[in-house]
């Protein structure tokens, strides 16, 4: 690529693109907030360059591709939390559970929880 604004915009967008990948490994989802107008700009910009060559661009591609796996799990990570904190309150707040008969039985918790510790 011969022309310098665009290198250079490559060049931040690959930086972006890296950020990201490492906050999504790692779990900074504050970063993430952060980056996601920079990136949205520079992929705008990038979008405006007509004279970009296709190593480069290929090479880009596949780190936004990485990162679209690693934001798919994160969230999928998420969902999976979200659900089993549900599950976690539910059983927290009582018991439901089915008779002989096939009724659905629900017993309350009525007492607070407390551990017997044991020397």
């Known amino acids: 690529m011969t022309n310098e604004p665009a290198r250079t915009l490559l060049d931040e967008l690959e930086d972006v693109l890296e950020r990201e990948r490492e906050a999504l490994l790692t779990g900074q989802m504050e970063a993430l907030v952060r980056l996601a107008p920079l990136k949205e700009r520079l992929l705008v910009r990038m979008d405006l360059l007509k004279r970009a060559d296709r190593v480069s661009l290929g090479r880009l591609q596949k780190k936004i591709e990485r ?53």
Request: overall charge positive.
């Open 67 to 119: 990162n679209q796996i690693l934001v798919l799990g994160t969230l999928e990570g998420l969902r999976s939390v979200s659900e089993r904190m549900k599950a976690l309150n539910r059983v927290r707040s009582g018991l439901a559970i089915y008779d002989n008969a096939g009724h659905r039985r629900r017993f309350v918790k009525t007492s607070a929880a407390s551990v017997e510790r044991r020397v």
